[in-house]
């Protein structure tokens, strides 16, 4: 079935989003405006909720952070690290957390557009000459603002089963070439992996040194973020690593992490503790100006394109979400009157969360080792005590679903 085609927004366009949205430049200027009361109290509760969980759902493991005003109000890890040997897990296991890489790669390319080496409207094909898609000429007008808000367009999820079959993404970057267009680059919205990933052919076009290179010495490094990684390599020589759940036979089986997304480091690539993406929060939700400016995070954390499909989406969303768009590597929602930025992640055997209430400055990040839809819930929990609205049992068991989302 084709996409409905939606005309990408003008800056008065976007400038009314963000006014109904409820946020301003004020709010990555001066962090904490309209902050919400301490929140120690209610991360004591969140504990204990997310410790019955693991135990009473036997999930193999989980680790969560919460943090508020610049600070670590919790970092715990829960259950094991592998079902066979088991470890506890902390608050600095490694996990991978898939698609919450995408905010890494809107963060290193905002970098380098405010130093004046990449654009954002200018086309990727100054520097990638050979890309090309069916669409020659949209092709030729393509921009690294439309690859980061996934307005290639091509059709959801381009060419991820030809990934998971093993193929090279060098051949199927190439390959977009031959790929059906939905509409014409810019018009419309559909989630991409491959497409997305040509940021870093871009990075490395533009400064000479590998994607995850620039990622490690101008963010995980100065941020703190000290487990942070790429790569299986980078995860099995962690300290401390989760290990890849499945279920077999009503258990839950620890398999080899795959290596197919790793292999497209901007889409999927990193892997981190919930210490380290506390600090990646923290620096997110404006308190590292020193490494991120208040001018780069508007920048990212800024509608692009409006993504409807969201609100529709089961549990939390279909009842807390009244709009949803994507920014550069974020998710921007409407969550009950309050902006949330959001991403979640989903690779065989991992699943990820990260978000954050700019007007309340409290953000959480939840990480486990299962296909286990559970610990979903303890996102609208955090969320719901931050903004007091009444209590509302979102820890109950999802509805089983016969494969995974494949957007996230």
């Given at each position: 079935?084709?996409?409905?085609?939606?005309?990408?927004?003008?800056?008065?366009?976007?400038?009314?989003?963000?006014?109904?949205?409820?946020?301003?430049?004020?709010?990555?200027?001066?962090?904490?405006?309209?902050?919400?009361?301490?929140?120690?109290?209610?991360?004591?509760?969140?504990?204990?909720?997310?410790?019955?969980?693991?135990?009473?759902?036997?999930?193999?493991?989980?680790?969560?952070?919460?943090?508020?005003?610049?600070?670590?109000?919790?970092?715990?890890?829960?259950?094991?690290?592998?079902?066979?040997?088991?470890?506890?897990?902390?608050?600095?296991?490694?996990?991978?957390?898939?698609?919450?890489?995408k905010a890494?790669?809107?963060?290193?390319?905002?970098?380098?557009?405010?130093?004046?080496?990449?654009?954002?409207?200018?086309?990727?094909?100054?520097?990638?000459?050979?890309?090309?898609?069916?669409?020659?000429?949209?092709?030729?007008?393509?921009?690294v603002r439309?690859?980061?808000?996934?307005?290639?367009?091509?059709?959801?999820?381009?060419?991820?089963?030809?990934?998971?079959?093993?193929?090279?993404?060098?051949?199927?970057?190439?390959?977009?070439?031959?790929?059906?267009?939905?509409?014409?680059?810019?018009?419309?919205?559909a989630y991409?992996?491959?497409?997305?990933?040509?940021?870093?052919?871009?990075?490395?076009?533009?400064?000479?040194?590998?994607?995850?290179?620039?990622?490690?010495?101008?963010?995980?490094?100065?941020?703190?973020?000290?487990?942070?990684?790429?790569?299986?390599?980078?995860?099995?020589?962690?300290?401390?690593?989760?290990?890849?759940?499945?279920?077999?036979?009503?258990?839950?089986?620890?398999?080899?992490?795959?290596?197919?997304?790793?292999?497209?480091?901007?889409?999927?690539?990193?892997?981190?503790?919930?210490?380290?993406?506390?600090?990646?929060?923290?620096?997110?939700?404006?308190?590292?100006?020193?490494?991120?400016?208040?001018?780069?995070?508007?920048?990212?954390?800024?509608?692009?394109?409006?993504?409807?499909?969201?609100?529709?989406?089961?549990?939390?969303?279909?009842?807390?979400?009244?709009?949803?768009?994507?920014?550069?590597?974020?998710?921007?929602?409407?969550?009950?009157?309050?902006?949330?930025?959001?991403?979640?992640?989903?690779?065989?055997?991992?699943?990820?969360?990260?978000?954050?209430?700019?007007?309340?400055?409290?953000?959480?990040?939840?990480?486990?080792?299962?296909?286990?839809?559970?610990?979903?819930?303890?996102?609208?929990?955090?969320?719901?005590?931050?903004?007091?609205?009444?209590?509302?049992?979102?820890?109950?068991?999802?509805?089983?679903?016969?494969?995974?989302?494949?957007?996230?």
């Amino acid at each position: 079935m084709p996409l409905k085609k939606a005309a990408p927004p003008g800056i008065t366009t976007l400038l009314v989003l963000a006014a109904s949205l409820g946020w301003a430049a004020s709010l990555a200027a001066a962090p904490g405006t309209g902050k919400a009361p301490d929140f120690s109290a209610q991360a004591k509760e969140i504990e204990s909720l997310a410790d019955t969980l693991v135990q009473q759902s036997r999930i193999p493991g989980m680790a969560m952070a919460i943090v508020q005003d610049g600070k670590v109000v919790s970092a715990r890890g829960y259950g094991v690290v592998d079902s066979r040997n088991p470890q506890p897990v902390g608050p600095d296991t490694v996990f991978r957390i898939a698609s919450l890489s995408k905010a890494f790669a809107g963060t290193i390319s905002a970098i380098l557009v405010s130093e004046g080496a990449m654009s954002w409207d200018s086309p990727v094909s100054n520097q990638l000459p050979a890309f090309a898609l069916r669409d020659l000429q949209g092709a030729q007008r393509l921009t690294v603002r439309e690859i980061l808000s996934h307005r290639v367009g091509l059709g959801y999820n381009t060419f991820d089963r030809d990934l998971e079959a093993n193929q090279p993404y060098p051949l199927l970057a190439e390959k977009l070439s031959e790929a059906p267009m939905a509409c014409s680059p810019g018009d419309c919205y559909a989630y991409q992996n491959i497409a997305f990933s040509l940021v870093g052919d871009l990075v490395f076009a533009t400064t000479g040194d590998f994607y995850s290179h620039q990622v490690e010495k101008r963010l995980f490094h100065p941020l703190g973020m000290y487990g942070a990684t790429f790569g299986r390599d980078g995860l099995e020589a962690s300290p401390s690593w989760a290990r890849p759940h499945v279920r077999s036979g009503g258990k839950w089986l620890a398999v080899r992490p795959k290596e197919t997304y790793y292999r497209i480091p901007p889409a999927a690539g990193v892997n981190a503790s919930v210490n380290d993406m506390a600090q990646w929060l923290i620096a997110q939700m404006g308190h590292r100006p020193d490494i991120l400016s208040a001018e780069l995070l508007n920048e990212i954390q800024t509608p692009q394109v409006s993504t409807p499909g969201e609100i529709r989406g089961g549990g939390w969303r279909r009842e807390r979400l009244k709009s949803a768009y994507y920014g550069l590597g974020w998710r921007i929602y409407d969550y009950a009157g309050h902006t949330l930025v959001f991403h979640g992640g989903a690779v065989q055997g991992y699943r990820a969360i990260a978000a954050f209430l700019p007007d309340r400055d409290i953000g959480v990040v939840i990480l486990w080792n299962s296909e286990s839809g559970m610990p979903n819930g303890l996102l609208p929990t955090t969320l719901d005590r931050a903004l007091g609205l009444p209590k509302r049992e979102w820890l109950a068991p999802e509805p089983v679903r016969a494969a995974p989302r494949r957007r996230r």
